[in-house]
């Protein structure tokens, strides 16, 4: 999977990483298969509101961002992840990126108002009721992960070095 190479590391990409960490390379996985991750975890919600069947109690705990129509935008964006894979271009995984840190930051000022240990103990045995508040609480985790790997894949693409060597 990760075969990937993304040439030297130079421009706004080397002031972020340590060269004794990776040697003057990022090893990357293909753009096609970050994109295929990337839909696949925002598919993942469909675990948390059950196929959109409890998609409210998601919706309740953050009305703004997590609307069913909002629910049904966090599927449309991993179409769009599939897309940039095959696209590659520098522009794209930038707006991926872009997109994450708005969650992300969605992520951390729901955190600042809302005692996520507490809304998951106050659903102690209904599982299902356990899920929206785990939903809440984990997100922003993966939208960080994957807007770190878009930035850096914007890079690559922009250096013309996203191609699997060899190709």
Same mark, same amino acid.
């Given at each position: 999977?990760?075969?990937?190479?993304?040439?030297?590391?130079?421009?706004?990409?080397?002031?972020?990483?340590?060269?004794?960490?990776?040697?003057?390379?990022?090893?990357?996985?293909?753009?096609?298969?970050?994109?295929?991750?990337?839909? @696949?975890?925002?598919?993942?919600?469909?675990?948390?509101?059950?196929?959109?069947?409890?998609?409210?109690?998601?919706? @309740?705990?953050?009305?703004?961002?997590?609307?069913?129509?909002?629910?049904?935008?966090?599927?449309?964006?991993?179409?769009?992840?599939?897309?940039?894979?095959?696209?590659?271009?520098? @522009?794209?995984?930038?707006?991926?990126?872009?997109?994450?840190?708005?969650?992300?930051?969605?992520?951390?000022?729901?955190?600042?108002?809302?005692?996520?240990?507490?809304?998951?103990?106050?659903?102690?045995?209904?599982?299902?009721?356990?899920? @929206?508040?785990?939903?809440?609480?984990?997100?922003?985790?993966?939208?960080?992960?994957?807007?770190?790997?878009?930035?850096?894949?914007?890079?690559?693409?922009?250096?013309?070095?996203?191609?699997?060597?060899?190709?």
């Amino acid at each position: 999977i990760f075969k990937n190479y993304c040439g030297p590391i130079s421009g706004s990409v080397r002031r972020f990483v340590d060269d004794s960490v990776v040697q003057h390379r990022i090893v990357m996985v293909s753009p096609r298969t970050l994109g295929l991750f990337a839909a @696949a975890y925002n598919c993942s919600l469909l675990i948390f509101n059950l196929g959109f069947t409890k998609s409210a109690p998601i919706a @309740a705990l953050d009305p703004n961002m997590f609307s069913p129509f909002g629910q049904v935008m966090v599927l449309v964006w991993g179409v769009l992840y599939v897309a940039a894979g095959k696209a590659d271009h520098s @522009a794209i995984w930038s707006a991926c990126a872009f997109e994450k840190l708005v969650y992300v930051c969605g992520w951390v000022w729901w955190h600042s108002s809302h005692n996520a240990v507490e809304l998951i103990q106050a659903q102690e045995g209904d599982v299902v009721g356990m899920l @929206a508040p785990m939903f809440h609480t984990m997100y922003g985790g993966g939208d960080f992960l994957f807007m770190i790997l878009f930035y850096v894949q914007a890079g690559c693409a922009s250096n013309g070095n996203a191609k699997v060597k060899g190709q």
